[in-house]
């Protein structure tokens, strides 16, 4: 009873069958930053929503404390606006604010300096209606 121990290799895939990627442009789009009292998140979005390159304060490095901070807000809306104008050529954007953190104006601010015209700034931020459920009457 001998073990059969052949093998089979894969036929190598033709170098003709691969795609050069082209370089999608996007010079306006969106950008969202969610500042809460924990963390700063920036997304850079095309006209539909879809994101195209992102970066938080914990990204950054940032850890604790420190990720509320405007400075890791700045930080972290840098980084994430240096990717979108290197690969898509990001140059105006809508802005849309949601959150009650440090960071809201720290990433505002930092567009401008990026050399991204900002066209509108808009505050998205949850508004609560009706509220929370009350507490049970206390009896005595």
Do not use: W
């Not at 442009?25 to 998140?41: D, E, R, S």
């Not at 606006?81 to 601010?109: P, T």
Request: charged share 20%.
């Amino acid at each position: 009873m001998a073990e059969d121990t052949t093998t089979t290799t894969a036929p190598a895939a033709s170098p003709a069958s691969k795609k050069k990627k082209t370089k999608r442009t996007v010079a306006y789009g969106q950008v969202h930053v969610l500042a809460t009292f924990n963390n700063t998140i920036v997304s850079f979005t095309d006209a539909n929503g879809g994101v195209l390159t992102s970066s938080s304060a914990g990204a950054c490095g940032f850890r604790g404390s420190k990720k509320g901070t405007a400075y890791a807000a700045q930080v972290a809306a840098e980084r994430a606006a240096q990717a979108a104008k290197q690969q898509y050529g990001f140059s105006k954007a809508d802005v849309f604010i949601k959150g009650v953190g440090l960071g809201r104006d720290a990433a505002v601010r930092v567009l401008a300096g990026m050399d991204i015209a900002v066209e509108s700034i808009k505050d998205v931020t949850g508004v609560p209606h009706g509220g929370v459920r009350p507490r049970k009457a206390r009896r005595i």
